[in-house]
């Protein structure tokens, strides 16, 4: 019997009758759903701080232990510049009263750490978020850039998913998927409350595996994370949620086991509905408290950097509970 070769659908066909936000909040849009948190929830989540206790959720940009990147990204590289040896010998530059200093540059791709992803990061048939052309992306994105996120800024009610220990593991498994029937059950084991225009916030804990097993990580490289359906693209229109915020490198589920389509939900969710993606965050502090104390909801906060035309940029998102 020949091996027959399965094609990936295209994304036009597969999510052809998928709903859109385009031109929702006008045709100059470029920060999409986070147009459904204002003044309103900003207020309503500053309400959840009780305890005054924060958290930040970036992980550390070079790590002795290594950067979990994408493949094919680099990890960080920091190089020093100046220190106390730069003021050895005659030539050494002199500052009156005698100050040294050091400084030192990064040289790293601007999703290579925890980070937002700008609307127009990913895009399919020329199109990106509202519709923009993707040519506009040449040379640097002229439209849907990270850069009116980080002007915005983020400030909303966070709900923390804990996936991992409502399935009773220390991580899920590669390629391990789930849905929005599982966020409603993880939710309700928890016992919060899920609303309209909520930061989710999903634990997997899989980077710890970056950790164990080091380049062998990469090796049949497939995260987990959500996976698609048109019932879960509509849960999250429904829904309004305006931000996707993970522990794993892309925020879904690598590749779709069931048609082979690569990340299909920054397609259906991201590039459609204009829900904004945070990546790579280091959940592991917060969701210890969030067990130890039963509170799984909280103040979120986060703005990533303003870099203009970037198609992403670094963040260190802080948690108040």
């Given at each position: 019997m020949t091996e027959q070769t399965v094609t990936a659908p295209d994304l036009g066909d597969?999510?052809?009758?998928?709903?859109?936000?385009?031109?929702?909040?006008?045709?100059?849009?470029?920060?999409?759903?986070?147009?459904?948190?204002?003044?309103?929830?900003?207020?309503?989540?500053?309400?959840?701080?009780?305890?005054?206790?924060?958290?930040?959720?970036?992980?550390?940009?070079?790590?002795?232990?290594?950067?979990?990147?994408?493949?094919?990204?680099?990890?960080?590289?920091?190089?020093?510049?100046?220190?106390?040896?730069?003021?050895?010998?005659?030539?050494?530059?002199?500052?009156?009263?005698?100050?040294?200093?050091?400084?030192?540059?990064?040289?790293?791709?601007?999703?290579?750490?925890?980070?937002?992803?700008?609307?127009?990061?990913?895009?399919?048939?020329?199109?990106?978020?509202?519709?923009?052309?993707?040519?506009?992306?040449?040379?640097?994105?002229?439209?849907?850039s990270v850069e009116p996120i980080a002007q915005r800024g983020v400030v909303g009610r966070g709900v923390l998913l804990d996936m991992a220990r409502f399935r009773g593991k220390e991580h899920l498994d590669t390629a391990e998927t789930f849905d929005h029937t599982d966020l409603e059950a993880c939710a309700a084991a928890q016992g919060v409350e899920l609303r309209p225009r909520d930061v989710l916030l999903i634990r997997t804990n899989y980077l710890q595996l970056f950790f164990e097993l080091g380049d062998a990580f990469y090796e049949g490289f497939c995260e987990p994370g959500l996976q698609y359906s048109p019932e879960l693209v509509q849960w999250f229109a429904d829904r309004e949620i305006p931000n996707l915020v993970t522990d794993t490198i892309a925020n879904e589920v690598t590749t779709d086991q069931n048609n082979g389509v690569a990340l299909t939900l920054h397609c259906a969710l991201m590039r459609n509905l204009g829900v904004v993606f945070t990546e790579i965050t280091d959940l592991e502090a917060l969701a210890a408290d969030c067990a130890a104390d039963g509170v799984y909801e909280f103040m979120y906060t986060a703005a990533p950097l303003k870099i203009a035309q970037g198609s992403g940029a670094p963040v260190n998102p802080v948690v108040v509970k």
């Open positions: 597969l999510l052809a009758q998928a709903p859109s936000n385009w031109g929702k909040w006008g045709p100059d849009d470029e920060v999409g759903s986070l147009n459904y948190l204002g003044p309103e929830q900003a207020i309503a989540a500053a309400a959840l701080v009780r305890s005054g206790k924060v958290f930040t959720l970036q992980r550390l940009i070079g790590d002795p232990k290594g950067d979990p990147v994408w493949p094919g990204r680099s990890p960080a590289v920091r190089t020093q510049i100046m220190d106390e040896a730069s003021w050895d010998g005659a030539e050494a530059p002199q500052f009156p009263g005698g100050l040294h200093y050091a400084d030192d540059k990064i040289d790293a791709f601007l999703q290579g750490s925890t980070q937002y992803d700008a609307l127009g990061h990913v895009w399919y048939d020329g199109k990106l978020w509202n519709g923009y052309d993707a040519r506009t992306t040449v040379g640097g994105m002229d439209v849907a």
